[in-house]
């Protein structure tokens, strides 16, 4: 391997079983098993409703998570890896961390790695964050001498040194990746890769952690950061990789990555939403369409800003669902930075199995608090349970116009920010 090189993949390919990804309870199995025996054999799997495009098949029942992909990462870049949820990005990851082996091909890796995957990875819940922190050192290899010699630097980077002796079931969620961060960037691994985890920590967390990764990188190290937050990829990133169903489509500086990006997204979502393969779920319902109402319910093509406007969200029943459901929208920027989240929990609402065939969501706005512009809305559809039925990235695009929301004859300025709130000062 070229000593200039950090990682280096040939005919890299990973394949998996339909069914077989992520962890299920023994009732969800026999579940699933006892349906496909209800079924005939023509319907056991379809790969339409499974959310798999067809050139990614094998056969039947087996699919490419990955497949062939042959690329370079240079020592000492911050590299960015991108891509819409499913594209491979979460396996790949799997595979340079050597937490799974793949399928066809091989990786070659130069240097020590620390992962950084899932909040919490690698922490007992029973014990202190004390305990954790030398748990998880040794986990990435460290030494209890090393552990003892920064302990105190990744306590205080973590902010967690008022809660060091509490057992880690009791932090939150935010406290347990501060931590787990903390440990894996202070381990000075030769590369260090973060998947999208720092959503979890505050701005001024993010920062910091920003502010490390830059540190480890300038240090000779490499770094490959996972983040659907695009400003943020392309803050930090000099280059950058983009996955579509299992394969590198596209490498190059990141700004023309996120642009290419944008424009596939923009092509792929252009079909209507019935017919959208790129979304997640058991598909038992699922979005086929939308409206947008104002006050007087009108149908209407945008909304206004400090208006009354409804949305209106279509499902069709493609399969009964015998448990309540919850609905939740996040509304995002183009740059894929989340502004607003609206779920149904929140309020304590659910939506009731029904036998008809189609049903509808209706979300109120009471007053448009947001400002000119577009945005995205990724719909996101699962059960009691927490079994996704139909999740939908960039589901549909809201327009807003503006409008004098504070009664002061001016218009707000899209440059100043896209959230507009009822404000005075005394």
């Known amino acids: 391997m070229d000593s200039s090189l950090a990682i280096e993949a040939t005919n890299l390919s990973k394949k998996y079983r339909l069914g077989t990804i992520g962890m299920s309870s023994l009732r969800e199995d026999l579940s699933r098993w006892w349906d496909r025996k209800k079924q005939n054999a023509s319907a056991q799997i379809n790969t339409k409703t499974a959310g798999i495009d067809q050139s990614r098949m094998i056969n039947d029942s087996e699919f490419w998570a990955l497949h062939d992909l042959n690329f370079q990462i240079p020592k000492g870049e911050v590299v960015g890896l991108i891509g819409a949820n499913g594209s491979g990005k979460s396996t790949l990851l799997k595979i340079l961390s050597r937490i799974t082996e793949p399928t066809q091909g091989e990786v070659k890796i130069r240097g020590k790695v620390a992962s950084l995957l899932e909040v919490g990875t690698g922490f007992h819940p029973e014990l202190t964050g004390r305990e954790n922190v030398y748990i998880n050192g040794a986990i990435l290899g460290m030494t209890r001498r090393e552990v003892d010699a920064k302990f105190h630097e990744i306590v205080e980077f973590a902010g967690v040194s008022d809660f060091i002796d509490t057992p880690i079931k009791r932090y939150s969620s935010g406290m347990t990746v501060r931590l787990g961060f903390a440990v894996a960037a202070h381990l000075e691994p030769d590369i260090l890769i973060v998947d999208e985890v720092l959503a979890v920590g505050d701005l001024r967390f993010q920062n910091r952690c920003i502010k490390q990764m830059q540190k480890i990188a300038n240090s000779g190290k490499t770094v490959l950061f996972v983040s659907h937050q695009m400003t943020t990829v392309e803050n930090l990133c000099k280059s950058a990789f983009l996955l579509s169903e299992g394969k590198v489509v596209f490498h190059g500086p990141t700004a023309k990555v996120i642009s290419t990006y944008r424009e596939r997204e923009t092509f792929l979502h252009s079909n209507s939403l019935s017919e959208r393969v790129s979304r997640e779920g058991n598909r038992n319902c699922k979005l086929v369409g939308f409206e947008l109402r104002n006050g007087s319910h009108l149908k209407i093509d945008s909304l206004i800003s400090g208006e009354v406007a409804y949305i209106i969200l279509n ?59 577009t945005y995205k809305v990724t719909t996101f559809l699962d059960d009691e349970s927490g079994e996704i039925i139909d999740w939908v990235v960039d589901a549909f695009t809201l ?28």
Do not use: W
């Open 315 to 373: 499902f069709e029943v493609v399969r009964e669902q015998k448990n309540r459901m919850c609905l939740s929208l996040g509304i995002s920027t183009p740059n894929q930075n989340r502004i607003a989240h609206l779920c149904m929990k929140t309020f304590g609402q659910s939506i009731a199995p029904t036998s008809d065939k189609t049903f509808e969501v209706r979300l109120k706005l009471p007053r448009v608090e947001l400002n000119q512009g």
């Open 399 to 426: 327009s807003i116009t503006e409008s004098d929301f504070y009664g002061t004859g001016m218009v707000p300025s899209p440059e100043k920010g896209c959230l507009l709130m009822d404000h005075s000062f005394s």
